[in-house]
């Protein structure tokens, strides 16, 4: 089993950039896929990117795409989202998630989550 904890949220105006970090427990931390997720007010959880166990592949919600970077360091048991062009429609708490596969699947199926972060964008 493994506990997440986010950090890096808070609040930056449309235009700016913030980088969030999830730091995982444990000694596997290698073994696990990762993945950022986000909920708005009144809105259901959405994907925002994932990334494989290596860090070699990525996935990102067109959303985000381009403005957003998902990284890991495994010998910091780490995982990074970097967020520029912020939006105010990127306002919301994001997650941090990870699980382990057989096989990838980079939007579902995450069996454990972090408690969140909040990020707000003003226009």
């Known amino acids: 089993q493994v506990q997440l904890v986010e950090s890096g949220g808070g609040l930056v105006q449309a235009g700016g950039s913030l980088r969030l970090s999830c730091a995982a427990s444990g000694r596997t931390f290698s073994s696990y896929y990762m993945g950022w997720f986000r909920q708005a007010p009144g809105k259901e959880r959405e994907f925002v990117a994932a990334i494989n166990r290596s860090g070699g592949n990525t996935d990102y919600a067109d959303s985000v795409k381009g403005r957003f970077t998902i990284s890991r360091d495994n010998a910091k048991n780490t995982v990074y989202l970097q967020m520029n062009s912020l939006k105010p429609e990127d306002t919301a708490v994001y997650y941090c998630?990870?699980?382990?596969?057989?096989?990838?699947?980079?939007?579902?199926?995450?069996?454990?989550w972090g408690q969140g972060t909040q990020v707000t964008v003003s226009s």
């Open positions: 998630a990870a699980k382990i596969a057989i096989v990838w699947y980079p939007r579902r199926e995450y069996a454990y």
